[in-house]
C-alpha cells in the first residue's frame, strides 16, 4: 500500500509500505477513505517531538470502512463505515472507565520512554505520533490496523460525507474539550489563542456552552476570516497591537476575560523579546516548548477565571508567571483530549447542523500531494487553514 512516511526533519515522503495486517484479535483493519494534516502532525514534521524514526507512518486524523474484522470484535463488521478516534485506548483501564481515554493504561507499550522524559505517569498511545506514544502506524495510508476495534471507531449513518464527520477523530472532539474544560457560564466572555483548525472549532463550542462572546487571536488573515464569518468571533490581529493584554483588558471592561484558551501549543510565537528569546532556547533545545500563549492566557484572565489548555506541549518551560497564576487565584485544566468521550454527542450535533464543519477546508488533494502539503500547511502557503487528502 501507499502512505506517508517521516524521513527526518521536514522532509516526508510517499512510499510502497507492507499493508497492515490483523495482530490482536480485537483489531480491525480499515480501508481510508479520507485523511487529514493536523496541526500536531507539524510538530513531528519540524521534529520538536522526538523518538520519530525513519519510514513512520504519519497520520491521527482518519476514516473509511472496515475490511478485516479480528474473531474477537462484537462492535463492527466488514463494511461499517467509521471514524476512528486517534488516542488508542483500551476502554478497560481504571481511566478509560472513568472516561479519560487519553490516559489509558495499556495501549502505549513504550510509556516508559515518556515518563522518562516528562517525569510523569504516561498517556494513551496515538497513531502516527512517534515511537514515544506508541509507535503505531498512522493514517495517512490506503489501510491502516486500528486495536482495540470495540472501544473506539464510531459507525458513521449512510448519507453523511466524509468531510462533514472526519474532523470527529480529533479536532472537533479536542475544540469542544477545549471549552468545556473553561468550564463556560452562560455570560461569559472567551478568548482563544490561535484560530488553526482546533481553535475553529473551539470558538463554535464556545458559544454552544454559553459564552456570549468569543474573542479570538491569531495572525494569518484567513484564519482570522473564518473566525469572523463562519465562528462569528471578535478578532484581534496580534501583530497589530504592541500590548494584546492590555487591549483585552480594555475589551472587557478592564477585567480580563472570563476564561482563555490556548489553542496553539508548544511552537506559538510573538514578536516581543521574550516570545523570540523561547524560539532561540527551543532551536538550540535549551527549552522544549514556546510558551508564549500559555503565559499571555494567565496574564490577560480576569480574577477568579479559567485557563484551558488544549495546545500540544512536550516538556519543559522557562518564565512561567506562576505569580499571576496564584494571585489572581486562576483554575486551569490541560490535556490531550478524550476523544470518545464526545463522539457520539458531536455526530448528531453535526447532523443537526449545528457546527460547521466544511467550511475549514481549503485544499483537497490526494495522498501522493503529502509532501506539498505539509510544506505549503506548515509555512501557511496559498491560504492554507486544513488539508483532507484522500488515497
Known sequence: ?????????????????????????????????????????????????????????????????????????????KGDRVVVPFPISCGRCYYCKQG????????NPNGEISEALYGAQAGAA???????YGGYAGGQAEYVRVPYADVGPLKVPDGVSDE?????????????QAAKRGEIKPGDTVAVWGCGPVGYFTIQSAYL??????????????RLALARDVGKAEVINYEETDDLIELLKQMTGGRG????????????????????????KQTLRLEMDRPTAVRQTIQAAAKGGRVSIIGVYGGVIDKFPLGAFFTKGLKMAAGQCDVQQFMPDLLQRVLNGEIDTTSLISHRLTLE???????????????CTKVVMKP
Not at 479519560?100 to 495501549?107: E, G, H, L, P, V
Not at 484558551?261 to 532561540?280: C, M, N, P, Y
Request: aromatic residues 8%; hydrophobic residues 40%.
Open 209 to 222: 456552552q454559553g459564552a456570549e462572546r468569543v474573542i479570538a487571536i491569531d495572525r494569518f488573515p484567513e
Open 100 to 107: 479519560i481515554f487519553a490516559a489509558c493504561d495499556n495501549s
Open 257 to 280: 476575560p472570563d476564561v482563555c484558551i490556548d489553542a496553539v501549543g508548544l511552537e506559538a510565537h510573538g514578536h516581543d523579546l521574550v516570545s523570540k528569546t523561547d524560539k532561540v
Open 126 to 132: 496515538a497513531y502516527g505520533f512517534s515511537h514515544m
Open 1 to 77: 500500500m501507499r502512505a506517508v512516511t517521516w524521513q527526518g526533519t521536514r522532509k516526508m515522503s510517499v512510499d510502497t509500505v507492507p499493508d497492515p495486517e490483523i495482530v490482536q484479535q480485537s483489531d480491525v483493519v480499515v480501508k481510508v477513505s479520507a485523511t487529514a494534516i493536523c496541526g500536531s502532525d507539524l510538530h513531528l514534521y519540524n521534529h520538536f517531538v522526538t523518538t520519530m524514526q525513519k519510514g513512520d507512518i504519519l497520520g491521527h486524523e482518519f476514516m473509511g470502512e472496515v475490511v478485516e474484522v479480528g474473531r474477537d470484535v462484537k462492535r463492527l463488521k
Open 164 to 176: 462533514q464527520v472526519l474532523f470527529l477523530s480529533d479536532i472537533l472532539p479536542t475544540g469542544w
Open 369 to 383: 500531494d503529502a509532501p506539498d502539503a505539509y510544506k505549503m500547511f506548515c509555512n501557511k502557503e496559498d491560504g
